[in-house]
């Protein structure tokens, strides 16, 4: 098993760019979720999803959207970018009580 | 959601028992407690989860009190490699109830040797 799976580990955009973070897992979890985490801070929930087809937004979820076409996929998408989204992305998926961490995506806006 | 409250930051020398204690007042019934650990640079890795009492792995302890308004990670004997941040988390994790869990501050546990 790959586990968590996410693509790219770094990004440069420019203001106004848009892009997709792609996010992957291998081990059949219906719980998928987004987090972004800020120097020195603690992570953030974006976007969540308890299944195919059905998503929610978590505590930040301006400027970004998801969508769940298959239990494996979970792709983020920036619509415009902005300076204030310049952080480390963490995708996680879970099977219930715990969950399982990607690598990150370390997005620079400028 | 009920919001946790932890210490910022914890030093401790190698060999030593850690005690990092949570605070999360508004616990729901449903809620279960998870703690994290984060190395720099890498994704948060699931430590240990309970809902009361003690839970025990071959990593560490947790203590919850009767009254579920707090709970105590226990790191026996930390070694270098425990220097990390520790993260609270409470949450309802039945299928209806696996919403927004979401992070807390950390505390950064730093081991000297």
């Known amino acids: 098993n790959a586990g968590v799976t996410q693509t790219p580990k770094f990004q440069v955009l420019k203001t106004g760019q848009s892009m997709t973070l792609q996010c992957a897992q291998d081990?059949?979890?219906?719980?998928m979720s987004w987090y972004r985490q800020d120097p020195g801070m603690g992570l953030r929930l974006i976007h969540y999803?308890?299944?195919?087809?059905?998503?929610d937004q978590g505590e930040v979820p301006n400027g970004y959207n998801v969508s769940r076409s298959t239990t494996e996929d979970f792709p983020l998408r920036l619509l415009s970018a902005a300076p204030s989204q310049t952080s480390v992305y963490f995708c996680?998926?879970?099977?219930?009580?715990?969950?399982?961490f990607g690598p990150g995506t370390r997005l620079t806006v400028t | 959601l009920a919001k946790t409250t932890q210490p910022i930051s914890m030093d401790s020398y190698e060999g030593q028992e850690v005690n990092i204690t949570c605070s999360h007042n508004?616990?729901?019934?449903?809620?279960?407690i998870t703690w994290y650990q984060q190395f720099p640079s890498q994704g948060p890795r699931f430590i240990i989860q309970?809902?009361?009492t003690k839970v025990t792995n071959e990593v560490a302890s947790l203590f919850i009190p009767a009254d579920r308004k707090s709970s105590t990670l226990s790191l026996p004997r930390v070694s270098l490699s425990d220097t990390a941040v520790y993260y609270c988390?409470?949450?309802?994790?039945?299928?209806?109830?696996?919403?927004?869990?979401?992070f807390g501050s950390g505390t950064r546990l730093q081991v000297q040797p």
């Open positions: 988390l409470v949450g309802d994790l039945s299928d209806t109830g696996r919403r927004a869990l979401t």
């Open positions: 081990m059949n979890h219906e719980y």
């Open positions: 309970g809902y009361k």
């Open positions: 508004n616990i729901a019934t449903n809620d279960y």
């Open positions: 999803s308890v299944g195919a087809g059905i998503t």
């Open positions: 996680a998926s879970s099977p219930g009580h715990e969950q399982y």
